[in-house]
């Protein structure tokens, strides 16, 4: 009889252990924070001069940012991001030539929490109806709570030649 209790106690801790992991996951059992994700649109409108033909173009839009952050128990914070610029357009002011963003780009950052860095995105803007094409690189400004909330903000803009 005393078996039989014995066995029947050990079922039902394992079993509510496995409940427990199950309920809390995997990470909070490892020390680490559930992963956050967070999609972000970071509006973009500014006119650029270039050393270009097209000495000034006008870029508005947005940039779509994907952002998936992960807290260890020692600390340390990853975040993972894709960023989009197919949402950024642009207009020659001198030729009225239109311009389409095309580039993705990925990142990835650890670091103590919270933590803040900076990341250059390149691009390319082709212009309508011509093999043209210019190059675009955004500075972004990329900052991670202590909740793992993320913000974006915009630094520095400019525009190479690419033909």
């Known amino acids: 009889m005393?078996?039989?209790i014995?066995?029947?106690?050990m079922f039902s801790v394992?079993?509510?252990?496995?409940?427990?992991?199950?309920v809390f996951?995997?990470?909070a059992a490892q020390g680490q924070s559930p992963p956050v994700s967070a999609a972000r649109r970071i509006p973009f409108n500014r006119t650029l001069t270039t050393a270009c033909k097209e000495k000034r173009i006008r870029l508005s839009g947005e940039f779509q940012?994907?952002?998936?952050?992960?807290?260890?128990?020692?600390?340390?914070?990853l975040i993972?991001?894709?960023?989009?610029?197919?949402?950024?357009?642009?207009?020659?002011l001198a030729s009225r030539g239109k311009y389409q963003a095309v580039g993705v780009g990925r990142l990835e950052s650890s670091g103590?929490?919270?933590?803040?860095?900076?990341?250059?995105?390149?691009?390319?803007?082709?212009?309508?109806?011509?093999?043209?094409?210019?190059?675009?690189?955004?500075?972004?400004?990329?900052?991670?709570?202590?909740?793992g909330v993320v913000t974006t903000k915009v630094?520095?803009?400019n525009v190479d030649c690419a033909t």
């Open 155 to 157: 630094i520095e803009a």
């Open 80 to 92: 993972e991001g894709d960023i989009n610029a197919d949402r950024i357009i642009g207009s020659g």
């Open 2 to 4: 005393n078996k039989r």
């Open 25 to 27: 996951g995997v990470a």
């Open 112 to 147: 103590p929490s919270p933590t803040s860095f900076t990341y250059v995105f390149n691009f390319a803007l082709n212009r309508s109806g011509t093999a043209e094409s210019l190059m675009g690189h955004v500075k972004f400004r990329i900052s991670v709570n202590a909740h």
């Open 65 to 77: 940012v994907q952002y998936k952050v992960t807290r260890d128990a020692g600390g340390q914070t």
């Open 6 to 9: 014995l066995r029947l106690s």
């Open 14 to 22: 394992a079993s509510t252990a496995m409940a427990l992991l199950s």
